[in-house]
């Protein structure tokens, strides 16, 4: 699971690396997010692991706000990334 999600925040990083709009805000969320995720305590099965990271992640988004973004605050760029991490849990726990 930690394996997949860290793919999952590459590929965010590396768009957020490339954006056009506001590259800093981008870049600041997933590195957010990044903390969330890898601060997640490892516990239980890998559902529940996944779980628990999607729900931190959840909250992470539904309360951040980077007043820095001409165009963004960051969450569009965090909404995003959630659905991935929703489709490797629902992947992971369909198993």
Do not use: C, K, W
């Not at 909250?59 to 489709?87: A, K």
């Amino acid at each position: 699971m930690r394996t997949a999600f860290d793919a999952v925040l590459t590929r965010h990083a590396l768009a957020a690396q490339a954006s056009e709009y506001d590259r800093s805000v981008a870049v600041t969320a997933i590195a957010a997010a990044r903390a969330v995720i890898t601060g997640a305590a490892v516990e239980g099965s890998a559902g529940d692991y996944g779980r628990t990271v999607y729900a931190a992640v959840a909250s992470l988004h539904q309360t951040y706000n980077d007043p820095d973004g001409e165009y963004t605050n960051g969450r569009g760029v965090l909404g995003s990334l959630l659905g991935d991490l929703y489709d490797v849990v629902r992947t992971v726990t369909a198993q």
